[in-house]
């Protein structure tokens, strides 16, 4: 079955505890994204990605990293999480602009 | 100003009526457009691509016009389960894509 996959998709952690999100793709994607959901703020781009080793900064880039080292993966990494990194993440990949979404990380920084 | 913006909503219709959502952007460097559903907080499935000529689904009809940047998206004949909320996407060709906020529809019996 053709599926982007995110991990995980629940987690409560503290300030500055390092995390990271996976997200995999298993349909040959070239494009990934990352975004993050807050009420009354809608989807917005975190970093995306055109292929592998290649990653730019969407519209909310602070406090976070990603890398692209394999097709399949697009890892989101929270070095130092503060507070208002709680958040709806998703991740989504396409190839032809349609975008194929994850369920969604639900991440709470206490 | 938002780089893309849509009708505020919420729409609260009846059952059988037809409902138009509107939506701008600003980037002119703008090559593709979409629209998304989004049910309760779930993941966006896209509902359907806009293109310059206007294309049809059943009871959606999307339009596009690039001289006034403006999308609309328009659902005849609503059923209760076109309840969601519709989210207008604009990509660049380098790869951005900026996602309006969302109008909230809830059609009632």
């Known amino acids: 079955e053709a599926q982007v996959t995110q991990n995980p998709r629940y987690l409560i952690t503290v300030t500055g505890k390092k995390l990271t999100v996976t997200c995999s793709q298993n349909m040959n994607h070239e494009y990934m994204s990352w975004y993050r959901q807050d009420p009354g703020l809608g989807l917005r781009q975190i970093y995306y990605s055109m292929n592998v080793e290649v990653t730019d900064k969407g519209d909310v880039p602070e406090g976070y990293k990603v890398s692209r080292k394999e097709k399949r993966n697009f890892p989101l990494i929270l070095e130092s999480p503060s507070p208002n990194q709680t958040s709806l993440y998703f991740c989504?990949?396409?190839?032809?602009?349609?975008?194929?979404f994850g369920e969604g990380s639900r991440l709470t920084v206490l | 100003r938002k780089e893309v913006e849509q009708d505020p909503g919420p729409f609260n219709v009846p059952e059988g009526a037809t409902v138009a959502f509107n939506c701008t952007y600003s980037n002119s460097a703008s090559q593709s457009f979409f629209w998304y559903r989004q049910d309760c907080r779930k993941e966006p499935k896209l509902l359907m691509s806009v293109y310059s000529s206007g294309n049809e689904d059943g009871r959606f009809t999307a339009q596009l016009n690039r001289a006034s940047q403006y999308i609309s998206l328009l659902i005849r004949d609503s059923k209760l389960s076109d309840s969601a909320t519709y989210l207008c996407v604009v990509n660049t060709n380098a790869g951005k894509s900026t996602f309006g906020d969302g109008t909230t529809l809830t059609v009632k019996p």
């Open positions: 989504a990949s396409s190839n032809t602009g349609e975008l194929f």
